[in-house]
């Protein structure tokens, strides 16, 4: 099967909660996985999608050959690409092929911008 290959890695980032000496619970970030894609603006309006509201408020799409991801949800994990942080808001398998993985991104902000 011929993959998909890149031109840019995106590293992702699990969240973890830990607690400070008055206990307080403090979100840190740790890398967990490394991947190699492409990277595409979507522009965050598609009209197309209004039946998706995580689709609708996607400003990029990171799309890489398909790789299992263990714990890493959208719910607790976000991509940081070229010094940008991007929130996940979906990850697609399409069809359960394991063939590509695509990640539905909000673009939150840091580094050069893109």
């Excluded at 695509?102 to 050069?112: A, N, R, S, V």
Aim: hydrophobic share 35%; net charge negative.
């Amino acid at each position: 099967m011929k993959k998909v290959n890149g031109n840019t890695t995106a590293t992702i980032q699990i969240r973890t909660t830990e607690t400070n000496a008055i206990g307080e619970g403090v979100q840190q970030w740790s890398d967990a996985l490394s991947l190699f894609g492409w990277l595409d603006y979507s522009g965050g309006q598609n009209d197309i999608a209004k039946q998706n509201a995580k689709v609708q408020e996607t400003t990029h799409i990171f799309i890489c050959d398909y790789q299992a991801l263990g714990e890493v949800t959208s719910e607790n994990a976000r991509m940081v690409i070229n010094d940008c942080v991007y929130q996940i808001l979906d990850i697609d398998n399409p069809m359960f092929l394991n063939y590509h993985l695509e990640f539905y991104l909000k673009y939150i902000g840091g580094g050069q911008g893109v």
